[in-house]
């Protein structure tokens, strides 16, 4: 009987079952806990990195004030103002700006505007959309990842890997019915994903 309930342990000695039920017992906690805390530590240290990635600010030229994803990205200092766009244009080309400018801060969040020496910018945390003038016409654009063949669209054109400029012209008040439930949902999705860095985030991950 007393053999029954023992047993022998790695060293040769002979032990009680019972010692070697917890001993076992004890080991396998030991090793659970140690697997535990090394999965509670990688979450940690992802979530750390993506809070970095999401704080990290932009780099602001010392000598315009704009500011940029990357350090000494090339650009113009030069400070225009929106009102010199629109000199010796036709005053209906305001008005379609203005409605482009509103139609896109209804979408997405805050939208600042960066005038330089060729277009305007519309901007959350960088650049997402804008617009240029035209001597007869307000050339729209906005960011998307996908090149999106809708007619109306007259130019798509890919600026930089993954970062396609989508362009549409407004001439007239009718062509206002281009700023519709479509294109709504494209320019929620050019300010979350470009202007907001959130395509950039998760390709940092």
Known sequence: MAMADAGVDKAGRVVCSASLEALGSL????HMATRNARSAERPRVQASTRRTIERRPLWQCPRCGHRFVTKNLWHSCLDVDVATHFVGRPPVLRRLYRAWLAFVRKQGGAVSVSPNRTRIAFMADVRFAGRSVLKDRVRCSL?????DRDARFVQ????VP???AHR?????PADLRLLDAWLARRVRESWHEFGMRKRLRKRAR
């Not at 960011?143 to 090149?147: F, G, K, N, T």
């Not at 798509?156 to 600026?159: Q, R």
């Open 27 to 30: 080991r396998g906690t030991e």
């Open 143 to 147: 960011a998307l990842a996908r090149p």
């Open 156 to 159: 798509v054109k890919e600026e």
């Open 162 to 164: 993954g970062w396609r």
């Open 168 to 172: 549409f012209d407004l001439a007239t």
